[in-house]
């Protein structure tokens, strides 16, 4: 069946309000709930950058995604470009003379859509990351015109990054599906006032929020999205 008809519009980008916000994590946490619905679930990490694995994936969150989603897709489909160094691409092509190339990324998208009902892309720190000049995360989910999640933290300063995120989403008339809220840290607020708060604010649904996961198996994450993650909605 040629899923890119039926399916892309189900497909949706995760951003996060920074880098570190936990967009892999919950990536990974809803490709194996979604899994477990039955959904034909793939995954992408268009960009990713760090220092490369010895084994394996180079990128230690592409080895994750594709762990969760279990996708045999091939590493250069579901992560084009790799960096070697923590950076935005925009920075490493500064930093390395290897230019961020959107076009793979696009046709590697498309390809993928062939070959799964739904692809949670995973971003790159948060939605204003450039890669080119002129050319951020935002340019590229409106060019692969799907909806996006925000993934966001509950330490205190959470609030004016999701608004600015939202807004910054807004301005690009990007669709947004709703926030995650990714309760790892223990010092932040709780969680019951920041969704109330940002949902007022912002006019945004919740979809949920996930605490601290101590175990990564697919029993935990799949026992933990479900209870905590409004999945309905994500589909819809
Ligand atoms: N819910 C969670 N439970 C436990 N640890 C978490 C959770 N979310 C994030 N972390 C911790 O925070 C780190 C960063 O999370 P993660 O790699 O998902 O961030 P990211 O937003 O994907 O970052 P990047 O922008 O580099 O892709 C993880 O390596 C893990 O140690
Ligand atoms: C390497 C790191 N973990 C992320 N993958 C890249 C984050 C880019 C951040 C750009 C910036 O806002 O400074
Ligand atoms: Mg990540």
Redesign the pocket.
């Known amino acids: 069946m040629d899923y890119s008809k039926k399916y892309l519009l189900k497909s949706v980008f995760?951003t996060?309000t920074?880098?570190?916000?936990?967009?892999?994590?919950?990536?990974?946490?809803l490709a194996v709930a979604l899994r477990k619905m039955d959904v034909d679930v793939g995954v992408m990490?268009p960009f990713?950058?760090?220092t490369a694995q010895k084994k394996g994936y180079k990128s230690?969150?592409v080895e994750?995604l594709a762990k969760a989603a279990q996708t045999s897709d091939p590493e250069n489909l579901v992560n084009p470009q790799f960096f070697p160094i923590?950076a935005s691409p925009y920075t490493a092509w500064k930093n390395l003379k290897t230019k961020p190339k959107i076009s793979a990324i696009l046709s590697n998208f498309k390809k993928l859509s062939k070959l799964h009902e739904m692809i949670l892309v995973?971003?790159?720190?948060?939605i204003m990351?450039p890669i080119l000049k002129n050319y951020y995360i935002t340019n590229l989910i409106k060019e692969m015109k799907i909806p996006t999640v925000i993934?966001t933290?509950s330490k205190v300063g959470t609030v004016n990054h999701t608004i600015m995120t939202i807004q910054m989403c807004q301005k690009y008339k990007i669709p947004i599906k709703g926030i995650i809220i990714?309760?790892?840290d223990d010092d932040g607020y709780s969680v019951k006032n920041l969704k109330r708060d940002l949902q007022n604010l912002t006019d945004v649904k919740v979809l949920g929020s996930?605490?601290?996961?101590?175990d990564?198996s697919d029993a935990s994450l799949n026992r933990?999205f479900k209870k905590n993650i409004d999945l309905k909605t994500l589909l819809k």
């Not at 995973?122 to 948060?126: L, R, S, Y």
């Not at 996930?210 to 101590?214: L, Q």
């Open positions: 995760i996060g920074d880098t570190d916000v936990g967009k892999t994590y919950i990536t990974a946490g990490k990713a950058a760090g230690e969150d994750i923590s995973e971003g790159m720190g948060g990351t993934v933290r990714n309760d790892f996930i605490p601290f996961i101590k990564m933990i």
